[in-house]
């Protein structure tokens, strides 16, 4: 039996700036967020889709943000290691085992 399925996770990276929100009509904090989603085998993750919004910290409504500009000034990537790396894992597993077997025909 395989266990598969997808899920998803976010991220509050902090509040970037001060200004009136359209929404609210009321000056505003307004905080990157990242909302990710994910496919896994298992516990081995992959990221599938991310994306970076700048939304006001009370209503939640803004703009989606270039992935690469705002990571860019990421110091570190908020996203788990094992949901981003998770599948070298399976690749690593799947190397071990061809080995394995071309080792014990010789």
Known sequence: MI?????????DLGQVEIRE????EKERSFKIFLRYK????YYLR???EKKYHLACDVCLRGVELD???VEAKL????IPFM???GWTF?????????????????
């Open 90 to 106: 399976l690749v690593g597993l799947i190397a071990i085992g061809f080995i394995a077997a071309n080792l014990g025909k010789q």
């Open 67 to 69: 992935s690469n500009e």
């Open 3 to 11: 266990i598969w399925g997808s899920g998803g996770g976010g991220a």
């Open 21 to 24: 929100c359209p929404t609210c």
């Open 75 to 78: 110091e570190e990537n908020p």
């Open 38 to 41: 994910y496919a896994h085998v």
């Open 83 to 85: 949901t981003r790396f």
């Open 46 to 48: 992959w990221v599938t």
